[in-house]
């Protein structure tokens, strides 16, 4: 935790340094003739998330070793500011996803495909790298005559771009402001101040009753398996309750029945996905605090197994979102029926990631686990 404070100490250093974004402090951040954020300004603001992520998933899992009223309040304020810290990336995150994707199904030229956001698989490149081997250098590729659903799609394909461009851009600047707005606040302030206290001393419990003629207040010895045993078995426990036996076919027809529904309450089989994600994430944090691994290499002691659900579940996450993005730009009122349906294709296709995610989940986490070096 004292490292992990550290971090946030030092990412609050680089942020301030960086001039607190305000290159992008006006309407439309990002956007054509405005100033994007500083890259280390950026950087700094992730690296800030990160730290208050690890703190607050830390103090929960640890909880009864830590001062109670301490780590009361402490854990508000730092799921407040992780949570306010990660809107605008989300947006942007997801706003490329959908123009991405609808770039694909389209193959529409009215707009160009943005850059992946994140890390690209092995399979994209090899993907790539194949298709590109496979022509020879002059040749045109031979032009693919589109089908009438494609056809159709490509109508609406540029407006539904533009919606969603507008939508969601909207959505990243009030997220950016509301950003600067806590970063400046007394609240932040405040945590920044209890965090300095922590990078020097970790408040331990103290014991009910001190040894006779103690000077200062005992503290019970930290013996770190029996939580993080217990954050593993919830885990375990809610890894058990999916129905991974739908999410071991690569197609869940009854989940996408769901997915299509008009009601526009959250999908129902997202939550449960969800939770196990957040649990798993717990699980990391407590077998790095157990291996006392550096802040800066958190993959040390963590087998590859859960690497490798734990990014199959922020893709599941991502196209959740986007999904429900494009479900939301389909109930603007009085918008062309060519970009409702392309909307609807969308949302299908984000659904589609959804459950492909669900069976990369499953895939690996039914192997052995495989230990880092």
């Given amino acids: 935790?004292?490292?992990?404070?550290?971090?946030?100490?030092?990412?609050?250093?680089?942020?301030?340094?960086?001039?607190?974004?305000?290159?992008?402090?006006?309407?439309?951040?990002?956007?054509?003739?405005?100033?994007?954020?500083?890259?280390?300004?950026?950087?700094?603001?992730?690296?800030?998330?990160?730290?208050?992520?690890?703190?607050?998933?830390?103090?929960?899992?640890?909880?009864?070793?830590?001062?109670?009223?301490?780590?009361?309040?402490?854990?508000?304020?730092?799921?407040?500011?992780?949570?306010?810290?990660?809107?605008?990336?989300?947006?942007?995150?997801?706003?490329?996803?959908?123009?991405?994707?609808?770039?694909?199904?389209?193959?529409?030229?009215?707009?160009?495909?943005?850059r992946p956001v994140g890390r690209t698989t092995a399979a994209t490149t090899a993907t790539s790298t194949a298709t590109t081997a496979t022509v020879p250098t002059g040749v045109p590729a031979p032009a693919r005559p589109a089908s009438p659903d494609r056809g159709s799609l490509t109508v609406g394909a540029a407006k539904a771009g533009a919606l969603l461009d507008r939508q969601l851009t909207l959505a990243r600047t009030r997220a950016h402001s509301t950003a600067l707005q806590a970063l400046g606040s007394s609240r932040f302030h405040?945590?920044?101040?209890?965090?300095?206290?922590?990078?020097?001393?970790?408040?331990?419990?103290?014991?009910?009753?001190?040894?006779?003629?103690?000077?200062?207040?005992?503290?019970?010895?930290?013996?770190?398996?029996?939580l993080a045993a217990a954050a593993e078995e919830r885990l375990a426990d809610a890894v058990t309750a999916l129905p991974l036996v739908a999410a071991g076919s690569p197609y869940n027809a009854q989940a996408l029945v769901h997915g299509l529904s008009p009601d526009p309450a959250p999908h129902p089989q997202d939550a449960p996905w969800h939770q196990v994600r957040?649990?798993?994430?717990?699980?990391?944090?407590?077998l790095e605090a157990l291996v006392g691994a550096d802040a800066g290499d958190p993959g040390d002691g963590v087998d590859v197994r859960l690497l490798a659900a734990g990014e199959a579940l922020?893709?599941?996450?991502?196209?959740?979102?986007?999904?429900?993005?494009?479900?939301?730009?389909?109930?603007?009122?009085?918008?062309?029926?060519?970009?409702?349906?392309?909307?609807?294709?969308?949302?299908?296709?984000?659904?589609?990631?959804?459950?492909?995610?669900?069976?990369?989940?499953?895939?690996?986490?039914?192997?052995?686990?495989?230990?880092?070096?």
């Fill in 1 to 114: 935790m004292r490292a992990q404070a550290t971090e946030f100490l030092r990412a609050l250093r680089r942020h301030r340094e960086s001039g607190a974004g305000a290159g992008a402090s006006g309407p439309g951040a990002g956007g054509p003739g405005r100033t994007a954020p500083p890259a280390d300004d950026v950087d700094a603001v992730r690296a800030l998330r990160r730290a208050a992520r690890r703190i607050s998933g830390t103090l929960h899992t640890f909880q009864p070793l830590l001062d109670a009223s301490w780590a009361e309040e402490m854990r508000p304020e730092l799921a407040w500011l992780s949570g306010t810290l990660a809107l605008e990336h989300a947006y942007a995150s997801r706003l490329e996803r959908l123009l991405q994707a609808l770039h694909r199904l389209s193959g529409s030229s009215a707009f160009p495909a943005p």
């Fill in 190 to 226: 405040a945590v920044a101040d209890k965090v300095a206290l922590l990078a020097s001393e970790v408040p331990l419990r103290v014991t009910a009753r001190p040894n006779r003629g103690a000077t200062a207040p005992e503290t019970t010895p930290c013996d770190l398996r029996p």
């Fill in 278 to 286: 957040l649990l798993l994430r717990l699980h990391r944090y407590a």
């Fill in 314 to 373: 922020d893709r599941h996450r991502d196209a959740s979102e986007a999904a429900a993005a494009a479900a939301q730009a389909a109930r603007t009122p009085r918008i062309a029926p060519a970009t409702a349906y392309a909307l609807g294709v969308l949302h299908a296709d984000q659904r589609h990631e959804v459950e492909a995610a669900r069976y990369a989940f499953q895939h690996s986490w039914r192997k052995e686990p495989i230990r880092l070096p």
